[in-house]
């Protein structure tokens, strides 16, 4: 039986590092700023979910709804409470969002089709035009 508690909780620990490190990536992640890519809708969630309070710093364009906008640039920022009071210190997530259209047009602002970004959204939307979507 001893041997059997060994191996128990040998895996155990094991489980329990796992858990640690892929939290600590996870902070990692949000800490460092890697929300940029991804629509600020869905950054809030991630922000929110790791104690963070997302804050929009800038914006350009205006195509679309904030929630849909693409985050271009993220970066940390602690603001320390009032002196003399006992309130704590906030974590935000300063954020800058790109809120063109996916593609420009003659008569709408958006990224270029020269540029990546453009050249994804044009094969996107041709995807979709060919499967009828």
Known sequence: MRSVRIVLGASTAAAAVALAVAGSAV????????????????????LSGAGMKPVVESTV???????????????????QPPENSSGSATNEMLVSLNCEAPLASATSPGNSAASPEGRAAAAAAASNTSSGG
Request: glycine letters at 10%; hydrophobic letters at 35%; a neutral charge.
């Open 27 to 46: 902070a990692v992640a949000v800490s460092s700023g890697d929300v940029t890519g991804q629509k600020y809708s869905d950054a809030q969630g991630v």
């Open 61 to 79: 364009g205006d195509q679309k709804a904030w929630p849909d906008c693409i985050v271009t640039h993220a970066q940390k920022r602690t603001v």
